[in-house]
Every structure is written in C-alpha cells, then in structure tokens.
C-alpha cells in the first residue's frame, strides 16, 4: 500500500527512490554501490525536501567512521546485499530522524514531483 517512485527529479538534481509513509511523509532513498562522498551529499541535498532520508549501501562498505557520519546528520543508513541464496537482504543500520528543517518550497516541489512520478499507483 505504499506509493514508491524511481528517479525523482528534485530541483537539478534526481533523488534515487521515493516512498510515501501512511501518514503522508516522503522518504528519500539515495542507493550506491560504492561509499564515497558524493552519496553523502546527494542524501544532505534530499533534507531540503524529504521527511526522512537513506543511504543505501552494500554492507563490506560499511565503517565505523561512515556511521558517525550519517548519525549526527540525522541520515538513516540501509545494507543490501545478495548472500549467496541469491535473494536480496535488506538490513535498516541507522534508522534515520524526522527532518525537522524542511524548506516549504522544496518540499512541495518534491511532492509535486513524487505525485507526478507516481499518478496514484501504489504497490
């Protein structure tokens, strides 16, 4: 039941995945193979506009000094990965805060452009 959009545009920018909670907040999800700073930015970037915001990573990419990080940021932190079953695990490490600090404008661009993305399917 909840409504989720790929490749969001978001300003100049496009946000990775979007789902809605039941209560209406947009969630942002920024998934990367590879930790590097540029995924970091991209998730400050998506507290303009979301209620709360992930980075998804594969778990080896995972260290002690990247989840400091993402903590005093307030960014939540998933682990995908495939074990050798081949079904994907998905594990939530750092569940990420409410973002208190939304831009107005922003977030109704954002919403905008999930609701446009979306046009009312849900999954």
Avoid: W
């Amino acid at each position: 039941g909840y409504n989720i959009a790929l490749e969001v545009p978001f300003l100049s920018r496009s946000i990775d995945i979007i789902y809605q909670t039941k209560s209406g907040e947009l969630v942002a999800i920024e998934a990367k193979m590879d930790y590097c700073k540029r995924a970091f930015n991209q998730a400050k970037y998506c507290l303009l506009g979301a209620s709360r915001v992930y980075v998804c990573l594969p778990e080896r990419r995972i260290a002690g000094n990247i989840r400091q990080r993402f903590l005093d940021m307030g960014i939540g932190l998933i682990h995908a990965d495939k074990p050798s079953n081949g079904r994907k695990h998905i594990k939530f490490v750092i569940k990420a805060n409410r973002n208190e600090n939304l831009d107005r404008r922003c977030k109704n661009l954002l919403r905008e452009a999930f609701l446009k993305k979306t046009k009312g399917r849900s999954i």
